[in-house]
């Protein structure tokens, strides 16, 4: 059984593989941590409408430990709502993408 992340703990987590394979793994919370070649983020696996999300909380070490649980109970609370959580990264992304350019 998983347990609870500490920034110790995390700060031990490095790739293990020869050919650096990303890696992930989580607490009973739900919340994740996603270890790749240069660098950690704070992820959440949920379903929104029975289609199986991913949303990354932040960077860590950028996003803190404590910051990484209160994304994470935000994102909750939304899913509770009906909402999905990650929809506002997918329109700020969007919105970038489609945003004009200095040529337009």
Known sequence: ???QFT???IR???LTSKTGDR???FEP???GIRVGNKSKAF???YRHNRKPRRMTLGRYPEMALVGARLALA???KRLEKGEDPGAKAIEQRRAERD???VNE
Do not use: N, R, V
Request: aromatic share 8%; charged share 35%.
């Open 1 to 3: 059984m998983s347990k």
């Open 7 to 9: 920034d110790a703990s």
């Open 12 to 14: 031990a987590l490095k």
């Open 23 to 25: 890696y992930e793994k």
């Open 29 to 31: 919370s739900g919340l």
């Open 43 to 45: 992820i959440f696996l």
């Open 74 to 76: 935000e994102a909750k």
């Open 99 to 101: 945003a004009e350019t």
